[in-house]
C-alpha cells in the first residue's frame, strides 16, 4: 500500500521539479532529489532511470552519495532564488504575506544550499 503512494508523490515531486525549471520561484533540485528517494523506496527501475537523467543525474549522485552540491549549482539555484525574489517584491499584485512567506523559504532554502560542501 505505500509504495504506489510514494511512487504517486515521486511523480508529483517529479512533475514540479520539472515546472521549476521554468520558472524561478519554484525550486528544481530539491523535487529532483526528494523523486530520487521516493523512487528508490517504491521502484528500482524509475530510480536508476533519473539517477541517468542527463542534466540531473550527476548531481542527485552527488547528493545521494557524498551529500554535496557543485559550486555552479549553488551559484545557479541562489542567483535564481535573487531572481525570483526581485519579481515578487517588484510585483504590486502578489499580497505582502505571500511575499514574505516566499521570502522567508527561499533565504531557507538559499542558506541550506549554501552552506553545503562543495564538490
Known amino acids: 500500500m505505500i ?4 511512487f504517486v508523490i515521486a511523480w508529483i515531486s517529479f512533475a514540479l ?15 529532483l532529489i ?3 528517494f521516493l523512487f528508490s523506496k517504491s521502484s528500482p527501475r524509475f530510480h ?14 552527488d547528493w545521494r552519495d557524498n551529500r554535496v552540491i557543485k559550486t555552479r ?10 531572481l525570483s525574489l526581485v519579481m515578487i517584491w517588484s510585483s504590486k499584485k502578489i499580497a505582502l504575506p505571500i511575499q514574505v512567506l516566499v521570502t ?8 541550506f544550499v ?3 560542501k562543495s564538490r
Open 73 to 82: 549549482a549553488k551559484v545557479l539555484a541562489v542567483s535564481m532564488m535573487i
Open 34 to 36: 526528494l523523486s530520487a
Open 114 to 116: 549554501g552552506t553545503r
Open 3 to 6: 509504495k504506489p503512494l510514494l
Open 48 to 61: 536508476a532511470w533519473i539517477l541517468t537523467l542527463p542534466i540531473a543525474g550527476d548531481g542527485i549522485r
Open 104 to 111: 522567508l523559504i527561499l533565504a531557507s532554502v538559499g542558506t
Open 17 to 31: 521539479g520539472i515546472i521549476g525549471a521554468f520558472l524561478p520561484i519554484l525550486p528544481t533540485t530539491p523535487f
